[in-house]
């Protein structure tokens, strides 16, 4: 394998022997207050290299005009930085982040594929366009923040790239969705954030406080999501919440080992800086192990709760019941929790690869179609055979002059284009290599 130092041959020989293949995901997340989002991109880019998925879009949910940003740094850092980046466009305003989270420190302080975050794609229409051109069933979507571009993409109807609405599009091409959030402790429980809330949790935290437009999202999508739906809730990676002992998954403190510029521990130190102090840079690992079940599956550490119903209240409250046709479930820790914290750390600190400088195979067979009243080019998916790398955009040209970038394999042709003979495709890698 290339470029794959000790501790990724030693990731290697750990892999454990439940994987399933190679996971084609969406991470759908929200950095700024907490730095698990980022160990989770950690995580992804550490299983990329070891041949366990393929990261196709990073999606951001936040209001911050740095998150995307952010994205685009940590991908960068993993040289990988041709990686999507889509943004949620639906707020009233994009602010700037606070000094307190990190995502502003980060772009700021790492260098980036994106300029500015206005060129990060529409989250809702990545969402539409990556799923369209997807083989049937394959996508694994991870949701580690709130849902409003999921929201947005369930309530989407049919555009350029699909005839489907976004419900049918999820049920055509989505395998999993795989959601931080929720309570799920015999069944049933409180949210604290990333679904709403709880009104009863309001003397607990102000931030597990209830957020209705969060609540609202939620239980919409629960309701309509087509595709099986599981949930890792907060007992999972923080088990003493609201007085509950299911133990705490405690990840982050290992980051120390790392190089003081490293973005993963960059980010952890700096959310502790602004909080009082870095010295103890340990977390509970909520995001972590909702990502960490998504991609392998249960095997040694998980346990799911299948073929039901979540239902989440107006207040907050989540419950879970047996159904004849439910397609929804949640899971809990099966194996002892520091086992499980040591598998994530060492994801976590898994080595960068080598940028790859070898260009992917080209895309074929170039043709064209029409829909909707519009002439589209569509083409065949192209591939790159470097371990470790893949093809995640295209890039369109008029002659010599680069036009467009598709994110799946058909591109609408704008009308000022009158000669269709003269476009040319070039598949391109996560490293930004273009094809022949």
Known sequence: MKACTKRCLILLMLLPIFSMGQEKVILDTDPS????????????????????CEILAMINSTEHQESALSISSINHFYNRPAIPVGDYKGYAEKINAPTLTYDQQIAKEYPRALAQWEDAADGVQLYREVLASAANRSITVVIIGTMHNFYGLLQSGPGDYSTLSGVELVRAKVKQVVTMGGNFIDGKGLDRTNWGGADALCEYTDWSCLNEERNRMCRYVIDNCPAPFMASGWEVGCGDYHEANYGNVMTGQRLKQLDAKHIVRRSYEYHFQQRGGDEDISRHSNDQC?????????????????????????????????????????????????????EIDELMMGDVPTLDDTPPAAPQNLGFHKRRGKIFLHWDPAYDETEGSWVVAYHIYYGKKQVGIAYGTQYPIPKKYKKPEKFVVKSVNVAGMESE
Do not use: F
């Open 33 to 52: 207050y907490d730095p698990d989002d980022v160990g989770c991109m950690a995580m992804l880019h550490t299983m990329a290299s070891i041949g366990e």
């Open 290 to 342: 909702a990502l960490h079940y998504a991609i392998r599956g249960e095997g040694e550490n998980y346990v799911a709760q299948r073929d039901g119903k979540i239902t989440l209240t107006e207040a907050g409250e989540c419950t879970w019941e047996t159904t004849p046709d439910g397609k929804q479930g949640y899971i809990q820790k099966k194996r002892d929790k520091n086992l499980i914290a040591k």
